[in-house]
């Protein structure tokens, strides 16, 4: 059995240009805007490995606490003809938590199949992402 921490600091920032449409009926103004987020993740991954008729079978899951300290999401401007709105940034909840789990198989030394699941559980935004594959290493 096999126990990894796991721990990150995350820090993004992003940014889009101001643009405006040329032709159509309706043309749209679009300001710039940037956006920034930092967080701090923790948790552990617990695994196990079994040798099977010599095949591995490889299991594992995990879980981190995620914590977003720093989300600065701005705002931009949409202009079209003499109206305009502002649209605010849409961000995460400050706390949350990332879940998954993996299972591989080691057909040869080249070859395995593999399944993985990711999720991300937060007030205001849940992801289920799965995987299926086999890989082929040449």
């Known amino acids: 059995m096999r ?6 600091v995350e820090y993004v920032r992003g940014t889009s240009a101001a643009f405006q449409e040329v032709g159509g009926l309706d043309p749209l103004n ?3 805007t940037a956006l920034s987020r930092a967080r701090i993740m ?3 991954e617990i ?4 040798v099977i008729d010599q095949k591995i079978l490889d299991l594992s ?3 981190k606490f995620v914590d977003n300290f720093h989300q600065d999401l701005g705002s931009i401007q949409v202009s079209l003809g003499t109206q305009s709105i502002v649209v605010p940034g849409i961000g995460e909840s400050r706390y949350g938590m990332d879940a998954g789990a993996s ?3 080691s057909l040869t030394s080249v070859a395995r199949l593999y399944v ?3 999720g ?3 007030n205001e935004l849940t992801s289920h992402q799965g995987t299926v594959g086999f890989e082929y290493k040449w």
């Open 30 to 32: 679009v300001g710039a």
């Open 116 to 118: 993985n699941y990711d």
């Open 42 to 44: 923790i948790g552990a």
């Open 3 to 8: 126990i990894v921490p796991k721990g990150a």
């Open 47 to 50: 695994g196990r490995y079994f």
């Open 103 to 105: 299972a591989s198989l």
């Open 61 to 63: 899951a995990y879980g």
């Open 120 to 122: 991300k559980l937060r």
